[in-house]
């Protein structure tokens, strides 16, 4: 049973479009992190979100983490060929502790 | 600054043949992770070290499987034997004391043939 659960698996868009990407737990988490892996390289982190409600912008990709610290989202306004890539959530019960991913959303961006 | 760094980047190898997998964490940083990538079943925790002691290796998938940091800078992962569905994409990442941020080195793309 996966802990976080991302939806869409699969996202294709045309430049410009803009998009939401979900992550879902069942589970409280102290922060959630939003990765973003390339083919062929790591994944590298975007953004931690710690407190219930927050909204964290970068760029045109806006974060928000739910009031209850089990879900959050991610926006990106005026897709661009560059956003393609795969985008994992992760959460942490506990500073320092491991985490959890989910299984992530594959987005695909076209000119 | 060095990221985290991984060797080798490709290994294809026979079925029953040892391999052995190596990480360099970024210096200063305490943590240490191992992870396995597949396209079934995602990013999966190995296990994880706090200052080289293995904290939890319950996502080691079997007896085959062992990992060890003998210092701060260095850690291996060992398949022995290896069996083709170990094949997979195997990361390593480090993280600073106290936080939940991940750095994660290229990773290692493993082949068992």
């Known amino acids: 049973t996966q802990l976080l659960e991302q939806s869409p698996q699969f996202l294709s868009i045309q430049e410009g479009e803009n998009l939401t990407v979900y992550c879902n737990s069942s589970?409280?988490?102290?922060?959630l992190q939003w990765y973003r892996q390339e083919p062929g390289e790591g994944p590298v982190l975007l953004v931690t979100?710690?407190?219930?409600?927050e909204v964290k912008k970068l760029k045109r990709l806006t974060f928000q983490f739910g009031d209850a610290r089990k879900d959050s989202s991610l926006h990106i306004t005026a897709a661009q060929p560059g956003d393609t890539g795969l985008y994992l959530c992760a959460g942490a019960y506990q500073a320092g502790y491991a985490l959890n991913f989910g299984k992530g959303t594959s987005l695909l961006v076209t000119p | 600054d060095a990221g985290v760094i991984q060797s080798p980047r490709h290994e294809v190898t026979e079925m029953g043949q040892e391999v052995t997998l190596r990480c360099k964490p970024i210096?200063?940083?305490?943590?240490l992770f191992w992870y396995r990538q597949t396209m079934m079943r995602g990013l999966e925790l190995l296990i994880y070290?706090?200052?080289?002691?293995?904290?939890?290796d319950s996502g080691m998938p079997e007896d085959r499987f062992s990992a060890k940091m003998p210092n701060a800078s260095f850690s291996t992962l060992k398949i022995q034997p290896s069996e083709p569905r170990d094949s997979a994409v195997y990361f390593c990442?480090?993280?600073?004391?106290?936080?939940?941020?991940?750095?994660f080195g290229p990773g290692t793309r493993l082949t068992v043939l």
């Open positions: 979100v710690v407190t219930g409600g």
């Open positions: 990442a480090s993280s600073p004391s106290g936080r939940n941020e991940q750095f």
């Open positions: 070290f706090n200052n080289n002691v293995p904290i939890d």
């Open positions: 589970s409280v988490f102290s922060s």
């Open positions: 210096s200063g940083h305490n943590s």
